[in-house]
DNA sequence: CAAATCGATAGCCTGGAGGCATCGATCCAG
DNA sequence: CTGGATCGATGCCTCCAGGCTATCGATTTG
């Protein structure tokens, strides 16, 4: 059996008349009559009841003709969907992101792709950026969104959003109503920081703002996410440097101050593969282009 | 395209290795290169990625294979459909039925019928046997159920149930405790009866049976069907004469003498075209051979 | 660097799809 | 009732396309 009994087979039942279906077809009307009667011999059943004057379909006959035309229009559907996968309209992106982008860009991110590209799904995965860069290369995701992070062969990195680093203080904090302050001020403060073993990167920042202000910050306490870490600072367990997107948590009883120093800084990298072909992906990287994706959103950038 | 190219496409797809497919099908390994290629020209898009050390599946490629493996299922599926069909396992029989065998023939052919052939659906539509001789000729139905039908050229008659006839009196009637009686003794009575335009047949066979009894039976109501009917008896409205499968409708206050003469009884038919092709029918058909469907129905047989 | 693996390419061959002519059955007009 | 018209089936021929063999070229491996 092939296609062409069906097509064919769909063109008699819906004309009831070989002449004209054949006509319809584009085909001699004994071409096709033998290729109907090939398809009855191929599924064993007598689909059309014909004599010379009138043609009709048999109970199998209808019965087939119902799965025909699914099949048809099924099969239309895939060479339509691999089109749209192949431009990238349709398919999936397997995103990797940093827990401090879920509350800034992933949020626009996300809106704007499915806006603008219903048909791609995005599989969300938090990861940090250690864990995203032997992701990518062994291909489980295969877009990373991650902070700070130095070029790696084979990678491709685009910056997303450089930020400014804030101090978060409780609302009681003596420093609490200034514009700005340098690093160095904060030389006696306890600090909540995120673990070190499970984000280096972001504890080394803090070690490298300290150091270069002579001093060793001292960790008051541990967390393991953003909004328990400014939960603790509102509750005058110590203060935090944090990105500046951060913000937006709006976490109450807590102040924020930028930090003068240059270095005071962190910058959001959408990571992919160089040799990358999942169609999908351009059109989420177009996206994070920075024009792309604030327009409409709260995040200042520095 | 061809079902050629998908189900080559499948086996390159599952084997990854055009090598392994190609044995798998039976054919070499340059048609099979060059059917995919003539596929991914069609479709307008590279569903495989391949060197001469690897292939891979590209994302329209996963798309269209899940599209493709659908598309041959369906397929399939309706050749199965066509053949369950013609043998008449599966599909569908409209079948007109008098009302009297609702309550009688009918539930535990239903029944029968869907547990034989859970594939056949029953289009079932209540219509006199005035009305079922036509619908059958014009193949608006494609079984009937009638009472009392005489011979109609291409139709083909089939006796499901010879019936004796019933008096239903008043559970307080001066005759109820009678094991039978003959007609004549409801000379005097007042008669519940069907509509003479809509049932003539049960109207001739009251007419019939008093023109022998020597009188023309008065009638003191009309009713629509038959559980009417039974109330208006048990109300004392009048007596009725009712086929013996009405007994299982089990109305209360009212009590069922039979009838003694010799022609009160009504036959249920089945009724088919003697050219019919709809293979379903046969099955419906020979469940009604009296043996078949008495097997657990408490209905008894004259 | 030689050998092996594997998909792509080239060229030939044949089966089968399509075309034309015609048959046979059926219906209808005169 | 008969000749013509209609319409699907059949027979035969042609030619394209799918399949085969041989070979190439790229890549990996020992």
């Keep these: 059996m092939e296609l062409r009994h069906l097509t064919y087979f769909v063109a008699v039942a819906e004309e009831l008349h070989f002449g004209r279906a054949a006509e319809r077809l ?23 009841e014909r004599t010379s004057r009138r043609v009709e379909l048999t109970a199998a006959g209808r019965s ?3 799965h ?4 048809l229009a099924q099969l239309e559907e895939g060479r339509i969907a691999a089109r749209r996968t192949a431009s990238g309209l349709a398919g999936q992106v397997r995103l990797g992101f940093v827990a401090s982008v879920a509350v800034a860009v992933l949020p626009d991110l996300v809106a704007a792709h499915r806006r ?7 599989d969300l995965r938090e990861m940090t950026t250690e864990a995203q860069v032997p992701a990518l290369v062994e291909g489980r995701i295969d877009v990373g969104l991650a902070r700070d992070l130095e070029p790696v062969p084979g990678l491709c990195l685009q910056p997303v959003l450089r930020e400014g680093l804030l101090v978060a203080l409780p609302a009681g904090h003596a420093l609490r109503a200034r514009r700005r302050l340098r690093f160095a001020e904060l030389r006696d403060q306890p600090f909540v920081t995120l673990p070190r073993d499970q984000v280096p990167r972001a504890w080394d920042r803090l070690w490298t703002l300290g150091r270069r202000a002579g001093f060793s910050p001292r960790t008051a306490q541990v967390a393991l996410q953003y909004t328990t870490m400014l939960a603790l600072v509102a509750a005058d367990i110590g203060v935090a440097v944090v990105p500046e997107s951060v913000r937006s948590l709006r976490s109450s009883g807590v ?45 200042t950038a520095t």
Tied chains: 1, 2.
């Design 255 to 299: 102040r924020y101050v930028p930090i003068d120093d240059p270095d005071a800084e962190s910058v959001i990298l959408a990571v992919s593969r160089e040799d990358e072909c999942n169609p999908a992906v351009p059109g989420l990287l177009h996206l994070l282009d920075r024009d792309q994706l604030l327009d409409d959103t709260d995040i």
């Design 64 to 66: 087939f003709l119902d």
């Design 116 to 122: 603008l590209r219903p048909e791609v799904t995005l």
């Design 26 to 48: 584009l085909v001699a009307q004994p071409s096709l009559s033998r290729q109907i009667r090939q398809l009855e011999d191929e599924v064993g059943v007598v689909l059309l």
């Design 68 to 71: 025909a035309v699914a099949t």
